[in-house]
């Protein structure tokens, strides 16, 4: 380590930064090495040896300095990111700046093109002190970057006090991006935050051309990883070709689909009813006048100190008093020997989708009684179990049309988002609407069990004749799919999936049907019919830039061309271009 160090030979690979809106390098960070086959190759072994050595921030200026130097010997362009820990960055500042700027001057390299990686391992304990040092390195011309925003350590508020002027996104936020949209919506509010501090944002970590899309797509400012360029001792002087190819491509990214947003009405408090109590020892004459009094009351509860121990259903209490002698005999018995002991209770803050196993459990008795509303334990009111049944069917029904429960494929709301971006971006695509032909008698006939079987069938074939980089596949219905290409060869795609489901359907026929080239089932109005074999129909439109106002236009032209499909002998209609709309041009972000 002290060799390592004495004698300065340590070695630097640079990593291309890409500025994504003009597909070019922005610049190149400089990542340490130890000598080629050494135990110290490594840099956190070097940096793990140098601070039980003691000479850390030794280390850190030495590496510092000589990347300068090495980044100058390979005359590459660009800015040069160094990777700085908080103290060293206030030691440069001790003497304005002094020897970092000589140090850049003397090897041909404007200090103007310095970026300073603030790379915290430990947290920043003095903050308005790293900010005047910033402060005095930047009227040098220097450029601070916040590095690892995001990672526990990069915080918000160290983004906000420092006011870097580069921020960069951990990769761990990358990472899977193209299929999580929890992480999309996290880039795109880190984005809109970069937006109101004037800061650009550097994304770390891609690895894949379909990440590299998303975040072109969603307006991320420069980019960093394997996917546009490896860390090497002599890089090459630009992007590699597949970084390239997205980045000068007009297509637009799918993005995952996205999910219901999670709303404060939805908690067990939007079913409460403000219902009154009464203690175990109240009579039943009481409860019976509080019923009377209250008459859309479906129950009330019992407690005992504001705790809930019982429930009492309104409908089996008065059946019981209205028979004969009940109310002499039983009229001033407490109603403890009336109540269900054994009441459900939620929390009035909980999730309602935290009952939905209330709906599938084998005791019943839940829906018909209702439950019980608690406040932290404390009886807060009623609710009934229709409440419950129809706000979960709101929920699923919402839920279905982000993602269809059969498939998992995007929905109504996700198909019209990308119909929208598309049309924004002003690239030509195809929508093509598939529905099956003679669906809902197959169904009748054959039970639900192979109708779902026949609905992932469609759902796989779409799947395989897609490219996952450039087509939006969606299920919009029972047995509805809309596919938005991008891909050229669209129409070949469409035709292969069309012949692939005719054929591989008659394996979900039983024989005698097969031979009849038919079935008899039930049609839309109850009378017995003969019906086709089930096969599959689309309807095409080609969108070119201006030819529909909306994602509403585009759904209508596309639901009409497939019904004029499934009439064809062909099972495919590609409606005829329709007059350019002139619009607004929409810049994509």
């Keep these: 380590m002290h060799a390592l160090v004495d004698e300065r030979a340590l070695e630097f690979a640079f990593q291309p930064i890409a500025d994504v809106s003009h597909a070019s390098v922005y610049g190149y960070e400089a990542l340490m090495r130890g000598p080629a086959g050494s135990r110290l190759r490594s840099p956190d072994e070097i940096l793990r040896a140098a601070r039980a050595a003691g000479r850390l921030a030794e280390l850190e200026r030495i590496a510092c300095l000589t990347a300068i130097d090495a980044f100058a010997r390979q005359r590459l362009k660009g800015k040069l990111f160094l990777n700085l820990s908080a103290p060293l960055i206030e030691h440069f500042a001790r003497d ?43 009227a040098a011309g220097i450029t601070l970057a916040l590095d690892d925003f995001g990672d526990g350590r990069s915080s918000l508020r160290l983004w906000v006090q420092l006011r870097p002027q580069i921020v960069k996104l951990d990769k761990f936020f990358v990472q899977g991006l193209d299929s999580d949209i929890r992480k999309v919506e996290v880039i795109r509010g880190v984005l809109r935050l970069a937006e109101v501090l004037g800061t650009p944002l550097v994304a770390e970590g891609i690895e894949d051309p379909v990440q590299l899309a998303v975040l072109r797509d969603l307006g991320c400012h420069y980019a960093q990883g394997y996917c546009l360029g ?63 009094a209250n008459p859309d009351l479906h129950a009330i509860g019992v407690v005992d100190r504001d705790r809930p121990v019982g429930l009492v259903n309104r409908r089996d209490f008065i059946e019981a008093y209205a028979q004969p002698y009940h109310r002499e005999l039983y009229g001033k018995r407490p109603v403890a020997e009336f109540m269900n002991a054994d009441p459900l209770c939620a929390e009035r803050s909980a999730p309602l989708q935290s009952l ?206 497939k019904k004029i499909a499934k009439r064809s002998r062909t099972g495919i209609h590609l409606a005829p271009t329709a007059q350019v709309i002139p619009r607004l041009h929409v810049v994509r972000s």
């Excluded at 304005?96 to 304990?125: K, M």
């Design 96 to 138: 304005n700046g002094a020897e970092l700027v000589g140090r850049a001057e003397a090897a041909g390299i404007a200090p103007v093109r310095l970026v300073l990686e603030l790379t915290e391992h430990e947290r920043v304990e003095d903050v308005d002190g790293l900010h005047a040092a910033m402060t005095t390195l930047c």
């Design 356 to 561: 939905v196993n209330v709906l599938a459990g084998e005791d019943q008795r839940y829906l018909q009684d209702g439950f019980i509303v608690t406040d932290e334990g404390r009886y807060a009111g009623v609710a009934t179990g229709e409440s419950l049944v129809r706000a979960v069917t709101e929920l699923r029904i919402e839920a279905a049309r982000h993602a269809n429960p059969l498939t998992l494929l995007p929905g109504n709301i996700p198909v019209t988002e990308h119909i929208g971006r598309l049309l924004d971006a002003r690239v030509p695509f195809a929508a093509c609407y598939f529905d099956l032909n003679n669906f809902k008698p197959y169904n009748d006939l054959y039970g639900y069990w192979r109708g779902d079987e026949m609905i992932k069938l469609a759902a796989k074939l779409v799947l395989a004749h897609s490219d996952r980089k450039h087509d939006f596949v969606g299920h919009v219905g029972g047995d509805d799919f809309v596919v938005l290409f991008q891909s050229e060869d669209w129409a070949a795609r469409c035709r292969a999936i069309v012949h692939e489901f005719n054929r591989d359907a008659h394996a979900l026929f039983d024989t005698r049907e097969l031979e009849s080239g038919g079935f008899n089932s039930e049609d839309r109005r109850g009378f017995a019919a003969f019906f086709p074999l089930t096969t599959i129909a689309v309807g095409q439109v080609h969108v070119v830039s201006g030819q529909f106002r909306d994602a509403e236009d585009v759904a209508s032209a596309a639901a009409e061309a």
């Design 230 to 292: 490896r860390p090497a001792q002599f890089p090459e002087p630009g992007l590699l070709p597949a970084a390239l190819a997205v980045l000068r491509s007009d297509k637009v990214s799918v993005l995952p689909a996205s999910s219901p947003q999670p709303r404060f009405d939805h908690s067990v408090d939007r079913l409460r009813v403000a219902a009154p109590s009464v203690v175990p020892q109240t009579a039943s004459s009481e409860l019976m006048r509080l019923f009377i």
